[in-house]
């Protein structure tokens, strides 16, 4: 079974632009989390989506959007890139919304200058 | 304050020797937790989960344990291997709230031949 992909794998952005990242979930599949990883915040918990309805949300601003289609795959729109969205992003699949194992994807690195 | 701390940043072991990472979390009520081994540019790769009502659990050379009262997760290495090096994650998971997965920032692991 094909794993967690995300593209692109890497990006440069300018502060200011927006950037669209994409995720495809393992096949059967319902959940997606999106991460953001930074050396000195560590992971932090973005959104999670299930069956296309947004179930929960970390606090980072509404720079953050998401969304996810009905093939489960989902998408992360950053807004007016700032310098600190500098970061790894990573998006994780579930079968389901709840106590399941997370399958995480090998992430995209982005870049604000 | 919320507070989830995993005991040092890292940790240098001998081969052969049994590895302990430990993750500590203050003012949350996880339904269960999960450890995830990191490494560098890749995405978490899950190891193990254990639930609220579980003292322990084991999987090969890992052993995780949870102590509610403690509000305390210890996660063994035996007979480790330089292969086992790397950052490894505790999170923490609710089924309710606004939070679906809270991360650790990590301990990296070296060990030593």
């Known amino acids: 079974k094909a794993g967690v992909t995300q593209t692109p794998r890497y990006l440069i952005k300018t502060r200011g632009q927006q950037v669209t990242l994409s995720c495809s979930p393992i096949?059967?599949?319902?959940?997606v989390s999106w991460y953001q990883q930074t050396p000195g915040q560590g992971l932090q918990f973005l959104f999670e989506?299930?069956?296309?309805?947004?179930?929960n949300k970390g606090n980072f601003p509404g720079r953050f959007s998401g969304r996810q289609f009905s093939n489960s795959r989902s998408e992360m729109n950053v807004s007016t890139l700032e310098l600190g969205d500098s970061a790894l992003y990573l998006c994780?699949?579930?079968?389901?919304?709840?106590?399941?194992?997370?399958?995480f994807g090998p992430g995209t690195r982005l870049l604000v200058l | 304050s919320q507070k989830i701390e995993q005991n040092s940043e890292a940790l240098n072991i001998q081969e052969g020797k049994t590895a302990t990472l430990t993750c500590n979390y203050t003012?949350?009520?996880?339904?269960?937790l999960q450890w995830y081994r990191q490494d560098p540019g890749r995405g978490p790769v899950f190891l193990l989960l254990?639930?609220?009502?579980?003292k322990e659990k084991r999987k090969e050379r890992l052993k995780v344990t949870f102590d509610t009262t403690l509000k305390q997760s210890l996660f063994h290495i035996t007979a480790s291997q330089p292969a086992d090096s790397a950052t490894y994650l505790c999170?923490?998971?609710?089924?309710?709230?606004?939070?679906?997965?809270?991360f650790g920032t990590g301990t990296r692991l070296k060990v030593l031949a």
């Open positions: 003012n949350y009520s996880p339904a269960y």
């Open positions: 999170a923490l998971g609710s089924d309710s709230g606004t939070y679906k997965y809270i």
């Open positions: 096949s059967g599949h319902r959940s």
């Open positions: 989506y299930f069956s296309e309805t947004q179930r």
């Open positions: 254990i639930r609220e009502n579980e």
């Open positions: 994780a699949s579930s079968r389901a919304s709840g106590r399941e194992t997370q399958y």
